[in-house]
T-cell receptor
Framework: GQQVMQIPQYQHVQEGEDFTTYCNSS?????IQWYKQRPGGHPVFLIQ?????EVKKQKRLTFQFGEAKKNSSLHITATQTTDVGTYFC???????????FGTGTRLLVSP | DAGVTQSPTHLIKTRGQQVTLRCSPI?????VSWYQQVLGQGPQFIFQ???????GRGNFPDRFSARQFPNYSSELNVNALLLGDSALYLC???????????FGAGSRLTVL
């Protein structure tokens, strides 16, 4: 089945440092979604990217979809302790509304 | 408006037992999906239901079953529990035609 890899698996930063997670697929994607899961919580939708090369921003978060629509990145500028959690990318597989989640990147931010 | 509600929030079972998890979708959402999230991994798709019909099934054994009721709520049943079934079971609802998942808080199952 389709696999979606994320790197790094884990990153520990000091508050104020930047953070980036990458999501890679072996196949061309129709779209890609990003979710955040706080420790002990459930995944919460952040954003969806659809177009090749698309860049979207949400305050300190910048999301990018690769030109070939096979990869994506999430960049956080000047991390805060509230950014702690695991960030997942998710792609549609074998049918509409069925998502395959990436392996996730766990972010820890020290004050 | 209430979000996606799941019950129970936590439960402990022993191997071989059966469990039923419940989910109420957001009002107006007719599609419900179930995902299993093992500790340290991303959620894995189990089932999708729309208008009381199964529309998709992930790579899970027949011990896993589900159904959707006329009010669009749903139940996930797991028989003959194994230690490896210990996980957070997430229910997500969405309106038909959309592909963004709104998850409930989940049911955390521990199998001893």
């Amino acid at each position: 089945g389709q696999q979606v890899m994320q790197i790094p698996q884990y990153q520990h930063v000091q508050e104020g440092e930047d953070f980036t997670t990458y999501c890679n697929s072996s196949t061309t994607l129709s779209n890609i979604q990003w979710y955040k899961q706080r420790p002990g919580g459930h995944p919460v939708f952040l954003i969806q990217l659809v177009k090749s090369g698309e860049v979207k921003k949400q305050k300190r978060l910048t999301f990018q979809f690769g030109e070939a629509k096979k990869n994506s990145s999430l960049h956080i500028t000047a991390t805060q302790t509230t950014d702690v959690g695991t960030y997942f990318c998710a792609v549609e597989n074998t049918g509409f509304q069925k998502l395959v989640f990436g392996t996730g990147t766990r972010l820890l931010v020290s004050p | 408006d209430a979000g996606v509600t799941q019950s129970p929030t936590h439960l402990i079972k022993t191997r071989g037992q059966q469990v039923t998890l419940r989910c109420s979708p957001i009002s107006g959402h007719k599609s419900v999906s179930w995902y299993q999230q093992v500790l340290g991994q991303g959620p894995q798709f189990i089932f999708q239901y729309y208008e009381k019909e199964e529309r998709g099934r992930g790579n899970f054994p027949d011990r896993f079953s589900a159904r959707q009721f006329p009010n669009y709520s749903s139940e996930l049943n797991v028989n003959a529990l194994l230690l490896g079934d210990s996980a957070l079971y997430l229910c997500a609802s969405l309106p038909w035609g959309a592909n963004v998942l709104t998850f409930g808080a989940g049911s955390r199952l521990t199998v001893l």
